[in-house]
């Protein structure tokens, strides 16, 4: 059982750039959310979806965006990226949107 | 505009000491408060969690202590051992609206041995 698979691990962009975060769940969650981690500032919701083909803003959504075409995947996407995007991305999913799972992070850079 | 504020930010306990890790909130909405705890390299997994309408939960050496009229709760772990060194976050949300769950600035605790 894999729980929440995110893809890639790491990257490194040039600013302007886009690229596509792929989050996968095997737990049949509704509920699935993209956080931000930056240091001494916590976990902040980017972007979330309470079902399949639903999305909405969290508290930092410019410069994103997201999709749910299919229950079991979440996408983030950033269609020009900038050095303020650097950050460490964490995908998570729940059943009722309490008890998160996360996943293991994707550390992006911004040149 | 933080509306979860958690304290301190880093904390040093002696092995089998006690840490206690505080959070308050501001909105009244919030009926949900986790703990959740995260390691180098990791996401962040559920610790334990606590409800309003009790005010105080325990699961092993993890204690939640609630005070609804304060608007504070706080994460006692007894018995500290260095396998607790990690990151610890207090979160908030509320039924509805997606249960978004805001989450506090985090808290490193290295437990020395």
């Known amino acids: 059982n894999a729980g929440v698979t995110q893809t890639p691990k790491f990257r490194v962009l040039k600013t302007g750039q886009s690229m596509t975060l792929l989050c996968a769940q095997d737990m049949n969650h509704e509920y699935m959310y993209w956080y931000r981690q930056d240091p001494g500032m916590g976990l902040r919701l980017i972007h979330y979806?309470?079902?399949?083909?639903?999305?909405a803003k969290g508290e930092v959504p410019d410069g994103y965006n997201v999709s749910r075409l299919k229950k079991q995947n979440f996408l983030l996407g950033l269609e020009s990226a900038a050095p303020s995007q650097t950050s460490v991305y964490f995908c998570?999913?729940?059943?009722?949107?309490?008890?998160?799972?996360f996943g293991s992070g994707t550390q992006l850079s911004v040149l | 505009q933080q509306q979860v504020k958690q304290s301190p930010q880093s904390l040093i306990v002696q092995k089998g000491g006690i840490s206690i890790i505080n959070c308050a909130y501001e909105n009244t909405a919030f009926d949900y408060f986790p703990w959740y705890q995260q390691f180098p390299g990791k996401g962040p997994a559920l610790l334990i969690a606590i409800r309003p309408d009790v005010s105080e939960k325990k699961e092993g050496r993890f204690t939640i202590s609630f005070n609804k009229s304060a608007k504070q709760f706080s994460l006692h772990i007894m018995d500290s051992q260095p396998g607790d060194s990690a990151t610890y976050f207090c979160?908030?949300?509320?039924f509805g609206h997606g249960n978004k769950l805001v989450f506090g600035a985090g808290t490193i605790l290295r437990v020395k041995s």
């Open positions: 979160a908030a949300s509320m």
């Open positions: 998570a999913s729940g059943r009722d949107g309490e008890k998160l799972f």
């Open positions: 979806s309470v079902g399949e083909g639903t999305t």
